[in-house]
């Protein structure tokens, strides 16, 4: 943590994986097999030794029957929502956004802190981003981090998309 600056959102996360796991009364080995990951990808996020992907994280939650985003972030419904689809549109979303923004990749890239490169590795479907990553891009683009990550819309929050670059640099939105 940088002196004077919050923790990110997914800080927590292998707290909050550790619970869900023992809640759900599943070890690490079982776990691992049913989300098709490896026993060590599994210990090193519960460590927070490693942030992992979107992908990794609805895996996990998809077994551990909690939202993607509680276990990424903390701040959603504990419960997992029975219409989240595990091949996300993420990538479509995030394109959306940046083009009604009228931002191009250096734009965001600037805005976000996140590569160029990064940027159209995830919009072209070529990388799965971190959840790390997807909290620089939703704060940069002032939408939820919940809805960029797994279109998960936390209730009485408003996921708006300004169609103008001024009002994208105004909302306050997060």
């Not at 909690?66 to 419960?79: C, D, K, N, T």
């Amino acid at each position: 943590m940088v002196r004077g600056r919050k923790n990110p959102l997914h800080f927590g996360l292998g707290k909050r994986l550790a619970a869900a796991r023992k809640e759900q009364k599943i070890g690490g080995k079982p776990l691992s097999l049913a989300a098709g990951l490896s026993m060590t990808a599994v210990l090193r996020i519960e460590q927070d030794s490693s942030i992992p992907s979107v992908d990794t994280v609805a895996k996990l939650a998809a077994v551990l029957k909690v939202s993607p985003s509680y276990l990424a972030y903390g701040i959603a419904p504990r419960s997992s929502p029975s219409t989240w689809e595990q091949e996300s549109a993420l990538p479509q979303r995030l394109r959306q956004l940046r083009e009604e923004r009228d931002l191009s990749l250096n734009a965001l890239a600037k805005l976000s802190g996140v590569a160029r490169t990064t940027i159209g590795y995830i919009e072209a479907k070529e990388t799965a981003p971190s959840i790390a990553t997807i909290e620089l891009l939703a704060q940069a683009l002032g939408v939820s981090v919940c809805w960029l990550a797994f279109a998960e819309q936390l209730e009485g929050e408003e996921v708006a998309r300004p169609t103008t670059t001024e009002s994208a640099h105004t909302s306050g939105q997060s």
